[in-house]
């Protein structure tokens, strides 16, 4: 209000085209875009709290000021918030003081210290350097180009897609370039005479610098030219002067009938084909089927476009249509995009169930390209799944020279290590991946595998350290709780097995192989033992029939003999899994025999189950025997129906 005397008027424009601007788009429907969302949010709450700090000198709004910049960073660095802040007492007509530098220096210190760390974790990540070396030409061209693309969107919003490729060579003499220059050029007039007749555009021009300045391409480390999502927050200087031109005009429109008339038309027409690019625009972000095919339409000649469609669709288990996209790419010149091709050709061929097909176009690639280690992966995979172990492990190691770091070859290479019996060498691969990633859970329980097979004191106590190692920074991961349990049930120390398998099914009763485990370590046990680990066992949602026979037994040792029968039905189907059931819970029920004669559902059990085996001399010897220790009369009822039941599979 201290710049403009329609500031109200002001706000509410830019406001309106905000909301309806198509660049707006994919920061709102980008699910990750979130984070673009929560940024400008507190970077904004950052600048109010100290416009409040300056205006009221309320110590709570002083700190608020750095705090909201700490939420900021964390959503994601802003670079240009000191920048943005600093604009605060220059909009208030105000000197940068003392009492501005106090809220200021706080917000700034946060900010620096997150892009210090942003900066060093993509100089990590070798971003700088590949971007140094695939992305050639002048730094200032492509901030050029970058600029130029923001400015005509704004004015001009087609074809907006999630991505915008940059040329990977640049020059100066580059016909782009020149019409970047141009448009640039024209647009600093333009802006420039906004700026002459309305103070507030001058800020606007630097709203929008500040806030776009740190994702221009000054350090390439990206293929994109510029990104729709990086407007959010710079694009509102923008509106800012565009606004202010538009109350020049409806000023002066008031004054003439029918310039009112073409003003308010004018108006409709620009709102409403806003918001209609903005629908269109959005539906594109309905899948990312929908966003990579609207890439491959907007840059049809860009390399690789093609090809990343046809993986989508090859996600999709549409293969028929991957491959025709992958076809599309042959066209290009570049050896790297026909590999790449050839590779989404062979890998559909392959899901297809074309195997030699396949393993023709994954050849291919690895001739176009032959630096490729993903197509080395790819075909190492291929020979894999079509049961030739021995080429995939030729592939998969070739792979590796190109790629040591890759944990997925490593891993299927082990894999194939084991089943071809070089147990030395598969366990080098896997302390590979886990060099790579110390969190690489399938390294570690196939490791810890290789050692309970080698079966010795060493190895048993090796493998424990490695899963307790893993299980401090992973303590809820199933598959090590349950690799844990074997592991100390190998070592004989059966109720520490017990608790871990109890907890893993309290905290997951569908959980298959805890169930399992569980319920074979019961048919085995020691009987005092039985009773402890079946009340951890009964919780489980398994209807497994050895899952069945433990809390059969479980049943029987707490004295319960209408549920050991409840529970017995699962056992008696004729599935072979249900015949191997039945042989560990006879054991079971032998073992409990002898520490514990004479308890008749023991009998009546086991003639249960003996008769399911066809086992029928066996199973009357036990109903006899059951019949001599039970006289009760549901003891009586189940005896006469074991008998009708012989009788019915002895007759002819």
Same mark, same amino acid.
Request: glycine share 6%; proline share 5%.
């Given at each position: 209000? $201290?710049w403009?005397?329609?500031?109200e ?6 406001a309106l085209?905000?909301?309806v601007h198509?660049? %707006?788009?994919?920061?709102?429907a980008?699910?990750?875009?979130r984070?673009?969302?929560l ?8 600048m109010l ?11 709570a709004?002083l700190?608020?000021?750095p ?11 802003? &670079? ?11 909009m208030r007509?105000?000197k940068?003081?003392k009492?501005?530098?106090? &809220?200021?220096?706080p @917000?700034t ?5 997150f892009?210090? +760390? ?6 990590g990540?070798?971003l ?9 030409g ?23 897609t ?11 003499t580059?016909?782009?370039t020149?019409?970047?220059i141009?448009?640039?050029a024209?647009t ?10 309305a ?7 630097l ?7 740190d ?7 990206r ?11 710079p694009?509102?200087?923008l509106f ?6 538009a ?7 008031? %004054? ?9 038309t004018a108006?409709t ?6 918001? /209609?690019?903005s ?6 972000y ?5 966003k ?9 000649n860009?390399?690789?476009v ?9 996600q999709l288990g549409?293969?028929q ?8 790419? #042959?066209?290009q010149?570049n050896p ?9 050709i062979?890998?559909?061929h392959? $899901? ?16 176009l ?10 075909? /190492?995979l291929?020979?894999e799944?079509?049961g030739n @172990? ?7 190691e ?6 040591p770091r ?7 290479l ?5 089943k071809?019996?070089?147990s ?6 896997y ?28 190895s048993?106590?090796?493998?424990e350290?490695?899963?307790?190692g893993?299980l ?6 199933v ?13 004989e ?8 398998y109890?907890?893993v099914?309290?905290?997951?009763p569908?959980e ?17 033992? +039985?009773? $402890? &680990?079946a009340r951890?066992?009964?919780?489980a949602?398994?209807a ?5 026979a433990? #809390?059969?037994m ?6 319960d003999?209408a ?9 008696? &189907?004729?599935?072979?899994e249900a015949?191997v ?6 054991s ?6 002898e ?6 559902a023991?009998? /009546? +059990?086991?003639?249960e ?5 066809? %086992?029928?001399d ?8 059951y019949?001599?220790?039970c006289s009760?009369?549901?003891?009586q009822?189940? +005896?006469?129906?074991?008998?009708? $039941?012989?009788?019915?599979? %002895?007759?002819?």
């Open positions: 209000s $201290r403009s005397p329609h500031a008027t002001v706000a509410t424009l830019t085209l905000f909301a198509p660049f %707006q788009v994919e920061t709102v980008w699910v990750n875009g984070m673009m969302l940024s400008t949010f507190f970077l904004l709450a950052s709290a100290m416009d409040r700090w300056l205006d009221r000198r309320r110590p709004a700190v608020a000021t705090v909201f910049a700490l939420l900021s960073a964390i959503s994601k660095v802003r &670079a240009g918030l000191p920048l943005l802040a600093g604009l605060v007492p220059l007509r105000q940068v003081d009492w501005a530098l106090a &809220a200021w220096i @917000a210190a946060v900010t620096a210290l892009v210090w +760390i942003n900066v060093g974790a993509t100089a990540a070798d700088f350097a590949e971007g140094a070396e695939h992305l050639r002048p730094r200032a061209v492509r901030v050029i180009l970058a600029l130029a693309f923001y400015v005509k969107h704004v004015v001009w919003p087609t074809c907006l999630s991505y915008y490729p940059t040329p990977p060579v640049v020059a100066w580059d016909a782009d020149v019409s970047a141009f448009v640039l024209v600093a007039a333009v802006v420039g005479w906004m700026c002459l007749r103070p507030v555009c001058r800020f606007g021009v709203w929008f610098l500040f806030g776009i300045a994702t221009l391409p000054v350090f390439p480390a293929n994109i030219l510029a990104a729709d999502r990086y407007m959010y927050l694009i509102i200087g800012w002067c565009l606004s202010t031109v109350i020049d005009v409806l000023a002066f429109s008031r %004054q003439r009938r029918l310039a009112r008339i073409a003003s308010a108006a027409a620009i709102l409403g084909a806003l918001m /209609g690019v629908w269109y625009t959005a539906k594109w309905d899948s990312a089927l929908l990579t095919q609207r890439v491959a339409e907007c840059f049809p860009e390399p690789r093609w090809e990343k469609l046809g993986w989508t669709h090859h549409r293969y249509e991957a491959i025709t996209y992958g076809m599309n790419e #042959l066209d010149d790297a995009a026909k590999g790449g091709a050839s590779q989404l062979g890998m559909s392959l $899901r297809l169930g074309h195997g030699e097909e396949a393993l023709r176009w994954l050849h291919r690639a690895v001739e390209d032959p630096a490729t280690d993903v197509g080395k992966y790819r075909l /190492g291929a020979y799944e079509l @172990a021995l080429q995939a492990v030729k592939y998969y070739a792979a590796l020279e190109a790629a890759h944990n997925p070859t490593l891993l299927r082990a894999s194939l290590y084991v071809l019996e070089r030395d060498d598969a366990r080098r691969m302390e590979r991946a886990l060099e790579n990633n110390a969190f690489e859970v399938p390294a570690v329980v196939a490791l810890v595998e290789l050692d309970l097979a080698e079966a010795n004191q060493a048993l106590l090796a493998a350290q490695r899963l307790l893993l401090d920074d992973l303590p809820e991961s598959p090590l709780r349950i690799n844990l349990g074997v592991v100390r049930y190998t070592l120390r059966v109720d520490e097995a017990i608790d871990i109890s907890a099914l309290a905290d997951q569908d298959p192989t805890a169930a399992l485990n569980l319920a074979q370590l019961i048919l085995t046990a020691d009987v005092e033992r +039985i009773a $402890r &680990a951890g066992l009964q919780q949602e398994s497994h029939p050895t899952v069945a433990a #809390l059969v479980g049943s029987l040792i707490e004295g003999a549920e050991s029968f409840r529970r017995l039905p699962p056992l008696l &189907a004729g599935s072979p015949g059931s039945r042989k560990l819970l006879l079971a029920l032998q073992r409990f025999d520490q514990r004669p004479n308890v008749p023991t009998y /009546g +059990i086991t003639a189950v003996l008769l399911a085996d066809s %086992q029928l066996a199973a009357r010897a036990f109903t006899d025997l019949e001599a220790r009760d009369r549901a003891c009822s189940h +005896i006469l129906s074991l008998r009708g $039941r012989l009788r019915q599979a %002895q007759a002819p």
